[in-house]
């Protein structure tokens, strides 16, 4: 009697790399609509760099994390410098066990489709395109309208884009149109969800703050909110991988403030009910953040744009009146003061405003193109 054979697996590789929280958001978003959407394919997440290359990767993370808040200006110059780079694997040899890296999961894995949140895999895939055949590559471009030109150096079946400035910018970089798709930002399928009765809007105005800015900035931009605390105001304080430096700040602060004033969190899931939940945010220019910013539609302070790749991103929103931007600690709070005001008319006005533009289900438009390529 014959004996059954065992089923083939259906693979999608995800591959994302952890410099800056934008690539592996996406990532996992995508992955997750993947999973709703299709049940029957495999869905699997790979941070390949970090795989490959460990030790090497911890390093870089720390230099990029440390050039975007303390040496902006030395970032901006090596993010110019990486426009004339060649990422040819050929050509560098430091890219070499990286091809080899996702080789083995090629012959290993089968995966019938590639999606890349990161623009380092199209170049990789390329050089193994001469060696063996390759599945179909989906690339999520991560920034709005400033797109660096790695992003499109190696080609890509398929560019899935957040918005239609962006889809006109890589066509003007000799992208063809039937290569480009406007899905939106990937954000977590939390977005499309109802929201729990506990975590409704409270009677008080509540203000999010997501620290990424030097300890002394963080430090006067909490005394720039202290007179709105006092007032009655609420603040929600989810500080993650920045607890250990912000520690001795924020016990200094919480202690000039009433108790009740300041909730502390560290790292947390709820990052897309926060910001449903909140009349206003304090952030960074981030393409993960920002376009979570657009999901929930919760009017923002920009307190920081990093050189270059995030510069799009911020002013997609100014160019909207969906945010004020902030170049100090002292404006920052005004700008949060004004946004309150008058039973948050501004405030209301920018939701208004980002009603055209804000794409929460972004992550399953994502997915569906990644199956259609199939």
């Not at 065992?6 to 410099?19: C, K």
């Not at 991560?142 to 899935?160: A, E, G, N, R």
């Not at 939390?190 to 900035?217: C, M, N, W």
């Not at 220019?285 to 929930?296: D, Q, Y």
Request: proline content about 7%; some cysteine; overall charge neutral.
């Amino acid at each position: 009697m014959a004996h059954p054979q065992p089923a083939m697996r259906r693979v999608i590789l995800v591959l994302t790399a952890g410099f800056g929280d934008g690539h592996n958001t996406a990532a996992a978003s995508t992955a997750a609509a993947l999973r709703k959407l299709c049940p029957g394919e495999e869905v699997l997440v790979s941070d390949l760099i970090c795989e490959v290359q460990p030790s090497l990767t911890t390093v870089l993370k720390a230099l990029y994390q440390f050039a975007i808040t303390h040496f902006p200006s030395g970032w901006r110059f090596v993010y110019r410098l990486l426009e004339k780079s060649d990422m040819d694997p050929a050509k560098s040899a430091w890219l070499i066990p990286l091809v080899k890296g996702l080789r083995h999961q090629l012959e290993t894995l089968k995966p019938r489709v590639i999606v890349s949140t990161y623009p380092l895999y199209a170049g990789l895939l390329d050089a193994l395109r001469k060696q063996m055949p390759v599945p179909k590559l989906v690339t999520v471009i991560t920034d709005s309208t400033s797109v660096h030109p790695i992003w499109l150096t190696q080609p890509s079946d398929l560019y899935c884009v957040a918005d239609i400035e962006t889809d006109e910018v890589i066509r003007a970089m000799g992208i063809p149109p039937e290569k480009t798709r406007i899905t939106g930002f990937p954000v977590s399928l939390q977005f499309t969800e109802v929201l729990p009765v506990e975590a409704k809007k409270a009677d008080h105005q509540r203000i999010l703050y997501l620290p990424s800015t030097p300890g002394s900035h963080v430090a006067a931009t909490l005394a720039s909110l202290r007179p709105l605390l006092l007032a009655g105001a609420r603040l929600t304080l989810p500080v993650g991988k920045h607890s250990s430096r912000l520690f001795h700040i924020l016990r200094e602060f919480t202690d000039s403030v009433p108790a009740h004033a300041v909730d502390i969190i560290g790292w947390t899931t709820r990052i897309p009910e926060l910001l449903r939940t909140h009349d206003v945010v304090i952030c960074k220019a981030g393409g993960a953040i920002l376009h979570e910013v657009m999901a929930a539609r919760i009017p923002a302070v920009i307190d920081y744009v990093v050189p270059g790749q995030e510069e799009g991103n911020a002013n997609y929103l100014l160019s909207r009146h969906c945010a004020l931007q902030s170049k100090t600690a002292k404006e920052t709070g005004t700008a949060v003061a004004k946004i309150l005001a008058d039973k948050s008319e501004l405030g209301q006005k920018m939701r208004d405003n980002m009603l055209p533009i804000s794409l929460p289900d972004a992550a399953i438009r994502t997915a569906e193109e990644v199956l259609a390529v199939l």
